[in-house]
């Protein structure tokens, strides 16, 4: 036997053992692919698919500190702690709103839900100097939408005007659990009827609810809304009526009047005999503009006036210093037959 012999017969004994050893050696699966988040595009940004589902979802909110100062945002008669004089002083707040959404499809058309929750820290001046609400919690099937929302007497036809404080003379109730159908004709004509249950006082006394029916019409000129309320604790009814008009691109303007039974200006008062009618006397009216400045800046007016002589005109400029983040300098001035007063807030607010 020679060397070359010797040698190719260890180098064929080591391939041998090798083989040998890779048929007893465990075998490693492969990874399955990680399934990524995936946006979804079908009711706007934001939203992504929920994995494992077809159901869409969206998170947001804001961050909100707001400033308030003299007769109407201010806190007044405040006591001195050294000398128990009489001040005057900020009204602070800040607020975080979380709100999400959810999208899906099916046979029985969209499925949606909404909810809203706020959480506030307001001064120590407050009663409650922490709290947190639930604003908006409803799900809406096609057009049949039931569960916590702002009552739709108020949000059908439009908040009045693109201004913080919009309630000097009040234009609708906020908050109820309701049961509502929207109907959309697709061509700018829209409709809806509401069962509504009220809140505190106003809540209904009995398995008849109040109701609420509205109906608009929507162009690219602006656009008219009507809408009619009955209340079922104290048979009253209560109506408004609003035009839009976008009068340009950067200018758009804005008039609502509202009419109601139970005129008795002391209602507001006393609590109210009417949920829906909450201003003074018979009837009321509001108006307003907004101007787009640039990209950045925007103008906003609101005036109101009602049967029982409450004024209120309010003006503000809201400015966004980034996307997501706009502060908002805004003055208000009110005049009752029994007082008047100026104030204003400062608002900062980031939107995410």
Request: proline residues 2%.
């Given at each position: 036997?020679?060397?070359?012999?010797?040698?190719?017969?260890?180098?064929a004994?080591?391939?041998?053992?090798?083989?040998?050893?890779?048929?007893?050696?465990?075998?490693?699966?492969?990874?399955?692919?990680?399934?990524?988040v995936?946006?979804?595009?079908?009711?706007?940004?934001?939203?992504?698919?929920?994995?494992?589902?077809?159901?869409?979802?969206?998170?947001?909110?804001?961050?909100?500190?707001?400033?308030?100062?003299?007769?109407?945002?201010?806190?007044?008669?405040?006591?001195?702690?050294?000398?128990?004089?009489?001040?005057?002083?900020?009204?602070?707040?800040?607020r975080?709103?979380?709100?999400?959404?959810?999208?899906?499809?099916?046979?029985?058309?969209?499925?949606?839900?909404?909810?809203?929750?706020?959480?506030?820290?307001?001064?120590?001046h407050?009663?409650?100097q922490?709290?947190?609400?639930l604003?908006?919690?409803?799900?809406?099937?096609?057009?049949?939408?039931?569960?916590?929302?702002?009552?739709?007497?108020?949000?059908?036809?439009?908040?009045?005007?693109?201004?913080?404080?919009?309630?000097?003379?009040?234009y609708?109730?906020?908050?109820?659990?309701l049961?509502?159908?929207?109907?959309?004709?697709?061509?700018?004509?829209?409709?809806?009827?509401?069962?509504?249950e009220?809140?505190?006082?106003?809540?209904?006394d009995?398995?008849?609810?109040?109701?609420?029916?509205?109906?608009?019409?929507?162009?690219?000129?602006?656009?008219?809304?009507?809408?009619?309320?009955?209340?079922?604790n104290w048979?009253?009814?209560?109506?408004?009526?609003?035009?839009?008009?976008?009068?340009?691109e950067?200018?758009?303007?804005?008039?609502?009047?509202?009419w109601?039974?139970?005129?008795?200006?002391?209602?507001?008062?006393?609590g109210?005999?009417?949920?829906?009618?909450?201003?003074?006397?018979?009837?009321?009216?509001?108006?307003?503009?907004?101007?787009?400045?640039?990209?950045?800046?925007?103008?906003?007016?609101?005036?109101?006036?009602?049967?029982?002589?409450t004024?209120?005109?309010?003006?503000n400029?809201?400015?966004?210093?980034?996307?997501?983040?706009?502060?908002?300098?805004?003055?208000?001035?009110?005049?009752?037959?029994?007082?008047?007063?100026?104030?204003?807030?400062l608002?900062?607010?980031?939107?995410?």
């Amino acid at each position: 036997m020679n060397i070359k012999s010797l040698l190719l017969g260890s180098a064929a004994a080591l391939f041998a053992v090798s083989g040998a050893r890779a048929a007893d050696a465990v075998v490693v699966a492969e990874p399955e692919p990680a399934e990524y988040v995936k946006i979804c595009d079908v009711y706007g940004t934001g939203y992504f698919y929920i994995p494992g589902t077809e159901t869409c979802l969206r998170i947001g909110g804001y961050v909100r500190y707001d400033i308030g100062v003299g007769d109407r945002e201010g806190h007044q008669d405040v006591t001195d702690l050294r000398d128990g004089s009489l001040n005057d002083t900020y009204h602070k707040q800040a607020r975080l709103s979380l709100r999400t959404w959810t999208g899906s499809e099916t046979e029985l058309g969209t499925l949606k839900t909404y909810t809203e929750t706020r959480f506030n820290f307001r001064d120590g001046h407050d009663t409650n100097q922490s709290t947190w609400s639930l604003n908006f919690a409803w799900i809406q099937l096609g057009g049949l939408r039931v569960g916590k929302d702002e009552s739709v007497f108020t949000t059908f036809t439009g908040y009045a005007g693109n201004v913080i404080d919009d309630t000097i003379v009040g234009y609708g109730p906020f908050d109820t659990n309701l049961i509502s159908y929207y109907f959309d004709a697709g061509n700018g004509f829209s409709a809806v009827v509401s069962l509504e249950e009220g809140a505190g006082v106003d809540s209904i006394d009995s398995y008849v609810p109040h109701v609420v029916v509205g109906a608009k019409y929507t162009q690219g000129w602006g656009g008219i809304s009507a809408v009619g309320a009955y209340d079922s604790n104290w048979e009253e009814f209560t109506g408004k009526v609003r035009l839009d008009v976008n009068a340009s691109e950067q200018l758009s303007l804005f008039v609502m009047g509202g009419w109601g039974t139970s005129d008795d200006v002391t209602d507001l008062l006393n609590g109210g005999q009417n949920f829906y009618k909450n201003w003074g006397g018979d009837w009321a009216i509001w108006g307003g503009a907004s101007y787009q400045v640039n990209e950045k800046t925007a103008l906003n007016l609101q005036a109101s006036y009602d049967d029982a002589e409450t004024l209120g005109v309010v003006a503000n400029v809201a400015y966004t210093v980034v996307p997501g983040f706009t502060v908002t300098a805004e003055v208000d001035y009110y005049d009752t037959p029994v007082d008047d007063g100026i104030g204003g807030i400062l608002r900062f607010q980031r939107s995410f």
